[in-house]
Antibody
Framework: QLQLQESGPGLVKPSETLSLTCTVSGGSISSSSYYWGWIRQPPGKGLEWIGS???????YYNPSLKSRVTISVDTSKNQFSLKLSSVTAADTAVYYCARDIVVVVAATGHDAFDIWGQGTMVTVSS | DIQLTQSPSFLSASVGDRVTITCRAS??????LAWYQQKPGKAPKLLIY???TLQSGVPSRFSGSGSGTEFTLTISSLQPEDFATYYC??????????FGPGTKVDIK
């Protein structure tokens, strides 16, 4: 059974870079059927998609975060990672990694985030 | 960017009630919409994708409908385990997979 697990520092100082890794177990990150994404949720607020990556390294980023975000993949370790630079208190959130599956419905591909990690809380504070 | 609104933002209901949540997109997204359920302290759970396709393992009391700019999530008979927050998400195309603001379903 596929599982995702986020890891990384729980506390980051303002202006520094937030770095998280998602380890995929029970399956290969190199499957052609999936993208892999990062989503975050500030305390008490809604969900925000950060970006997604394909095993080949193709990336898609939320335009509102694009200038500060880098998502990368390491297929040898079955991991993908998030870097968010120049963080502020507004970046304090639970960060989730998730599998973005593409399902064909009526001959059309449809994305959905079907498997999620448990989430990791990251606080930005000095 | 495509924006999503959800109504109501808060819903108080009783076990056994039929519940309907609406999600509206600022422009047409065909059927590129998913619904998620989130309980406190937990990751979201996929319920519906492609606007109306039930994810494997999700109870049949959940259903989705709609296309274009207006979508609904219906719970035919609310169960105690359904009290949660529900989010829609548009996946029309990159570069942005926007989520709606959420609808909290609480016990009356």
């Amino acid at each position: 059974q596929l599982q995702l697990q986020e890891s990384g520092p729980g506390l980051v100082k303002p202006s520094e870079t937030l770095s998280l890794t998602c380890t995929v177990s029970g399956g290969s990150i190199s499957s052609s059927s999936y993208y892999w994404g990062w989503i975050r949720q500030p305390p008490g607020k809604g969900l925000e998609w950060i970006g997604s990556i394909y095993y080949s390294g193709s990336t898609y980023y939320n335009p509102s975060l694009k200038s500060r975000v880098t998502i990368s993949v390491d297929t040898s370790k079955n991991q993908f990672s998030l870097k968010l630079s120049s963080v502020t208190a507004a970046d304090t959130a639970v960060y989730y990694c998730a599998r973005d599956i593409v399902v064909v419905v009526a001959a059309t591909g449809h994305d959905a985030f079907d498997i999620w990690g448990q989430g990791t809380m990251v606080t930005v504070s000095s | 960017d495509i924006q999503l609104t959800q109504s109501p933002s808060f819903l108080s209901a009783s076990v056994g009630d039929r519940v309907t949540i609406t999600c509206r997109a600022s422009q047409g997204i065909s059927s590129y919409l998913a619904w998620y359920q989130q309980k406190p302290g937990k990751a979201p759970k996929l319920l519906i994708y492609a606007a109306s396709t039930l994810q494997s393992g999700v109870p049949s009391r959940f259903s989705g409908s709609g296309s274009g700019t207006e979508f609904t999530l219906t719970i035919s008979s609310l169960q105690p385990e359904d009290f949660a927050t529900y989010y829609c998400q548009q996946l029309n195309s990159y570069p942005s997979f926007t989520f709606g603001p959420g609808t909290k379903v609480d016990i009356k």
